[in-house]
């Protein structure tokens, strides 16, 4: 007979459950839910095609080399891009025995259809100033879960300490197979992280080799989360069961003449009670502001060297329910919760031998180190680093391909890893062209792929994120404690797709107009003087 200890210690393990299961199902779930795209290179056509821009002296130098839009023409420039982004993402889960299969395989799919941008810059001489709108990262876009394994985790501790249950209760008296279970449920979840954001540069060409400039960028940081646990189940082969928890333990009491059935009906009693059915509708938000220095150096048109330094965004995003859809207490209303933009520093070199060539390389760095993550930042080893290398020829004046790759670098611990916000190191090609429609017309695309490198992680998973060892401490029971294997190895993967399309206008200056209206006066009028000598030579000739 189970003794009087042992029935208490059940019953702390049933207040456990009850206190801190689906809180920590949510908040996992909706943690794990932010994709990070941060390897991803975007922010202009021109970087899919050719993936080293921080050189630029071109319409993108707005964002990549602020201090270089002083090689620009005088006048009006507008650039007009959109990216169509594709993430599929892979995690293979082993050695953790309550998943039901092993490995077990999750996948995780994120679409962007619309990733627009705009430049505009207005050049006059030495002066030059630019706007530019985009969203500020990567991180853009909107993604669907249905599963995750940091979310699947807790249910699958709940299935395990009821089997664990059922077989000190049940089994060893009565040799049944009801601890057999698995388990099903449903649940969705749908999130969106956007930040769109507006910048302005002022650049000065100093004298011909030197360039500097000075801007900043507003954002509005917005993650927005909606979803729901529904339709629990433990189900049992043997028995043809498919039944909610409770319902699934009550039933063994029907079926089995137990010699302790009121511990099995407490244990049922507890499950019923637990929030098994939740919604989710949350927002979290905020404004922030990012200073941006630059300079450009050039060496007789031929060399070209571009710095850029981009402040650390301070970023607080505070927490907005709706309708009281909190995820059974995983959002809490106006909770203020850090997510620092890192500082990034990038040095850019590009190279023209000859003039119909340029060779172009770079580095960009993030300071992750030095931002506030909510105290993920102490997992970070060294700073986000990413290489590029490109290459541009010009067939002919009207038609320009460009390829190139870019390498990143990525040093965390394993515990700063989750389901898909991460940093493995990953390798990007790159291909596309540019058509020269008119002087003042052109058109580009590019096609970009980003292989993630596969990587593998260790994580300590305990009993409900260790807080049974928290609140029972030595009183866990041993079966519990020997269900559960905490040292669980993953591995993560996955390739990421662009494909930007790219028109960009130049409206030319004031004296630049004029000096075209004249010349296509002139040349109608040549041609109107052309026409009539040879009508007047027609007619003499007709005499």
């Not at 060496?299 to 650390?312: A, L, M, Q, R």
């Not at 970070?380 to 541009?392: D, G, I, P, R």
């Amino acid at each position: 007979m189970p003794s009087e200890n042992w029935i208490r210690r059940m019953q702390k393990t049933f207040k456990l459950i009850w206190f801190l299961l689906l809180p920590f199902i949510c908040d996992a779930q909706i943690r794990d839910a932010q994709v990070n795209l941060y390897a991803i290179p975007i922010m202009s056509t021109s970087f899919i095609r050719m993936p080293s821009r921080s050189s630029s002296q071109e319409y993108d130098a707005v964002y990549f080399n602020p201090a270089g839009i002083t090689a620009l023409k005088d006048g009006f420039h507008l650039s007009v891009n959109n990216h169509f982004q594709f993430l599929d993402q892979r995690l293979e889960v082993t050695k953790l025995k309550q998943l039901q299969d092993q490995p077990q395989n999750y996948a995780l799919q994120v679409g962007n259809y619309a990733f627009p941008m705009m430049y505009a810059t207005y050049k006059k001489k030495d002066l030059a100033f630019s706007f530019f709108i985009t969203p500020a990262i990567g991180g853009a876009g909107a993604s669907t879960v249905k599963n995750l394994p940091f979310g699947e985790y807790p249910i699958a501790d709940l299935t395990a300490l009821s089997k664990g249950i059922i077989k000190t209760t049940v089994d060893q008296f009565h040799g049944t197979d009801y601890d057999n279970i698995t388990y099903d449920y449903d649940f969705e979840f749908k999130g969106i992280a956007f930040s769109p954001s507006a910048q302005i540069n002022m650049a000065y060409q100093i004298n011909d080799y030197l360039s500097v400039a000075a801007g900043g960028r507003l954002i509005y940081y917005i993650t927005q989360a909606a979803g729901g646990l529904s339709n629990l189940t433990f189900n049992n082969e043997t028995y043809g069961l498919s039944l909610s928890p409770g319902n699934y333990v009550r039933s063994i009491t029907e079926n089995v003449n137990l010699q302790y059935p009121e511990l099995a009906l407490t244990l049922a009693d507890v499950l019923d009670q637990l929030p098994l059915e939740l919604e989710i509708d949350s927002r979290q938000s905020d404004f922030a502001f990012t200073p941006i220095v630059g300079v450009n150096f050039n060496w007789k048109d031929k060399w070209n060297i571009g710095f850029k330094y981009e402040h650390k965004t301070k970023v607080l995003l505070r927490t907005d329910v709706f309708d009281g859809n909190d995820g059974a207490g995983a959002y809490v209303q106006d909770k203020i919760q850090p997510a620092d933009l890192p500082g990034m520093f990038s040095i850019g070199l590009s190279f023209k031998p000859y003039e119909n060539l340029t060779f172009a390389a770079g580095n960009r760095t993030f300071f992750f180190k030095r931002a506030n993550l909510d105290g993920r930042e102490q997992y970070v080893k060294s700073n986000y680093k990413e290489f590029e290398f490109a290459v541009q020829y010009e067939v002919f004046k009207k038609l320009i391909v460009s390829g190139g790759a870019t390498y990143i670098t990525a040093d965390v611990d394993d515990k700063y890893f989750t389901s898909v916000d991460y940093f493995v190191p990953s390798l990007s090609a790159a291909l596309g062209f540019k058509s020269i429609l008119s002087k003042r017309i052109s058109v580009e695309t590019g096609f970009l792929i980003t292989k993630r490198i596969p990587t593998k992680y260790t994580q300590d998973v305990d009993l409900f994120g260790g807080l049974a060892n928290l609140v029972l401490g030595s009183d866990l029971p041993d079966f519990i404690s020997e269900s559960f294997n905490r040292r669980v190895d993953y591995e993560m993967s996955g390739n990421a797709y662009v494909v930007s399309l790219g028109v960009n206008f130049w409206m030319g200056s004031i004296e630049q107009n004029q000096r075209d209206r004249k010349e296509r006066i002139e040349r109608v009028q040549s041609e109107r003087k052309r026409k009539k000598e040879e009508r007047k030579s027609e007619k003499e000739l007709s005499e």
